[in-house]
């Protein structure tokens, strides 16, 4: 039987059988691959569609959740009719609802509409420039067309905008998307500052418009733009901290950890990341630990502190080994093995040990999800890189031929100029027919 407005969907718990949230947001994403569409699934999606927030799915996760559950229909999986939640009984249902109380709100239907579009906006497949094209329409796009206090559906936009930036990152990098992203995110904050018609959803719009600070930090992190991505996580840092959301203020710390990193303040990095496994120890998430762990090498690394570089990427693996969690941030969907090779293998190549650290990067990219483009070049950029200073010149322009073809595709400051320092190392070498290809090849590009 369907579930009804609200209440939980008991169906759909049932087929998630043992899987956590995050494990079962994993297949859905691959049994979308399997079909070729294009979804954002991770683990808030599935509590979504758990708790019946979500009463109907949108057209392609529908064909997803069919092919995964062949001869089952909506109604068999828990859903709604969709009639009656996007069409006019919807409609009707929300002008009434409106109608027996008092609201800021003057024109609930168009709101409804206009809401709809919003998070439609995202939802464009297609190549980066596309992507980048859909980033400037509709989505949060416009603050004189918002509603003087915010509800359910503009949080709900808010959220969606988080996850459209993540999947066409990991898919175009972030060159072609951080100006598009800026103006979602002012917006966000516009209809924060606005205030909200509950406290549940303003909670929602602290917790969306801070994780979009993140991801438009990102975005500006890895096209070089570091001081606008420090910006953009202080921003998030500080939202966190208003708000008392403690996931969001891990999150904060663990960008800012890995920016200071990269900003080469390696001091600053540790005390980020510590900061962060403070806020992150009550959330009972043991692969945030393990990532925060991880960070916290990185910045020792960065000081040429061996012992604990060593002791903290123990740790970062004793939480991994813990397996995931119900408790696991959704924007952590990234953080699997693969990662942890990637960033354990920065800390060997930070010590001076490349051969070990070209061990970890190799592993890296052999684990990573072919789907994930971005991660896969970055890891056969850092691939490359560990194999050109430990002394294997044509193994790294193999590598680095790999990237060049991946970059047609991506679009990222930091793999660039990784490959860039990669190039430079192998010029000595440049006599090998090999190494002369990559790098005649990597001119021309």
């Known amino acids: 039987m369907a579930a009804s407005p609200h209440s939980p969907n008991s169906s759909f718990r049932r087929l998630r059988a043992q899987h956590s949230p995050a494990e079962f947001a994993a297949l859905v994403r691959r049994a979308a691959r399997e079909i070729g569409e294009t979804v954002s699934c991770d683990a808030r999606y599935i509590g979504r569609v758990e708790s019946g927030e979500i009463r109907c799915p949108n057209y392609a996760y529908e064909r997803v959740f069919l092919h995964m559950f062949p001869g089952r229909t909506l109604a068999d999986l828990g859903f709604s009719p969709r009639e009656t939640v996007r069409g006019r009984s919807a409609q009707r249902a929300l002008s009434a609802a409106s109608a027996s109380r008092p609201s800021p709100h003057p024109h609930p239907i168009h709101r ?68 598009r992203a800026a103006q979602p995110l002012r917006t966000a904050y516009a209809l924060l500052d606005a205030g909200a018609t509950r406290q ?29 991505a420090r910006s953009h996580y202080a921003e998030a840092l500080a939202t966190a901290r208003v708000s008392g959301d403690a996931a969001l203020e891990a999150h904060a710390f663990s960008n800012m950890a890995f920016l200071a990193r990269d900003c080469g303040r390696p001091r600053e990095s540790v005390r980020a990341a510590q900061a962060g496994r403070l806020a992150a120890r009550p959330l009972g998430s043991p692969r945030l630990l393990s990532l925060l762990a991880l960070r916290e090498a990185g910045g020792w690394s960065g000081l040429g502190d061996r012992r604990a570089c060593e002791d903290a990427l123990a740790r970062a693996h004793t939480e991994f080994a813990r397996g995931p969690s119900s408790a696991d941030p959704e924007w952590m969907s990234f953080f699997g093995e693969a990662e942890l090779e990637s960033l354990e293998s920065r800390c060997w190549a930070a010590l001076g040990e490349h051969a070990r650290a070209a061990r970890h990067a190799r592993r890296a990219a052999d684990l990573q999800d072919p789907h994930f483009a971005r991660n896969v ?22 590598a680095g031929g790999r990237v060049l073809d991946l970059l047609t595709e991506v679009r990222s400051t930091r793999i660039r100029s990784m490959l860039a320092g990669t190039a430079r190392t192998l010029v000595p070498h440049q006599r090998s027919p090999r190494v002369g290809a990559f790098l005649a090849r990597h001119a021309e590009a």
């Open 200 to 228: 549940s959803t303003e909670d929602r719009l602290h917790a969306g418009a801070g994780e979009l600070a993140v991801s438009v930090g990102w975005l500006a992190h890895d096209s070089g733009r570091f001081e606008d």
């Open 377 to 398: 070049a970055l890891y056969t950029a850092e691939l490359a890189q560990d194999l050109a200073r430990a002394g294997a010149p044509d193994e790294a322009s193999w």
């Open 112 to 179: 409804y509409k206009e809401s709809d579009v919003l998070r439609r906006a995202f939802m464009a497949g297609g190549s980066a420039t596309v992507a980048a094209a859909t980033l400037s329409l509709t989505l949060l796009g416009d603050t004189r067309r918002l509603p003087s206090r915010a509800g359910e559906a503009e949080a709900a936009a808010v959220e969606d905008a988080v996850r459209q930036i993540r999947l066409l990152d990991d898919r175009h990098g972030a060159d072609a998307l951080y100006r």
